[in-house]
Nanobody, 114 residues
Framework: QVQLVESGGGLVQTGGSLRLSCQAFGFRVTDSHMSWYREAPGKNREWVAAVYGMADSTNYADSVKDRFIISRDGEKNTVYLQMNDLRPDDTAVYYC???????WGQGTRVTVSS
């Protein structure tokens, strides 16, 4: 069964860091384009970052560029989102997604206090 399970969310102060994890089951993350999205209260879900290709190319939304880092580990079959210099407007539920087949995880909540 193809499944994504996120973890690592929590409460952090402004300027702090968190690392989110997305463990995949039923397929290899190194064979797939993988993305992180987030949905803030009262807002639409938005794309945050993506990792793809054999060279682990990455792309980021302008709002997180230079603060967030997406990566993947084939041995652990996990995609990560390292979030640094967090701000209150980063508060959201963060979702991992495999675009192929529209596979979403259940989400992990991140709250950044001011």
């Amino acid at each position: 069964q193809v499944q994504l399970v996120e973890s690592g969310g929590g409460l952090v102060q402004t300027g702090g860091s968190l690392r989110l994890s997305c463990q995949a089951f039923g397929f290899r993350v190194t064979d797939s384009h993988m993305s992180w999205y987030r949905e803030a209260p009262g807002k639409n879900r938005e794309w945050v970052a993506a990792v793809y290709g054999m060279a682990d190319s990455t792309n980021y939304a302008d709002s997180v560029k230079d603060r967030f880092i997406i990566s993947r580990d084939g041995e652990k079959n996990t995609v990560y989102l390292q979030m640094n210099d967090l701000r209150p407007d980063d508060t959201a539920v963060y979702y991992c997604k495999r675009p192929l087949g529209e596979i979403w995880g259940q989400g992990t909540r991140v709250t950044v206090s001011s």
